[in-house]
């Protein structure tokens, strides 16, 4: 059973080992028009997860400061 957007992904290929399923997913979104558009979203939802994984962690951001 093919599922009905295998046509518009190339990571839709058999599988063939984990190294080249990641290949296959960075290929991906280097490719096609909306690239750009899902490049800038998958960065904007990571920089906010990692804020909030350091607010819960509560992060001390006074080790970047200079302490002169």
Do not use: Y
């Not at 939802?45 to 001390?60: E, G, K």
């Not at 951001?61 to 302490?67: A, E, M, N, P, V």
Request: glycine share 2%; proline share 3%.
């Amino acid at each position: 059973m093919e599922h009905r957007f295998d046509a518009f992904r190339s990571t839709a290929q058999p599988p063939r080992g984990l190294k080249n399923k990641f290949f296959w997913a960075i290929d991906d979104l280097k490719s096609g028009e909306e690239s750009k558009k899902s490049n800038r979203l998958v960065l904007t939802i990571a920089l906010i997860l990692i804020f909030f994984f350091l607010v819960i962690i509560d992060f001390d951001l006074s080790i970047f400061t200079s302490r002169a």
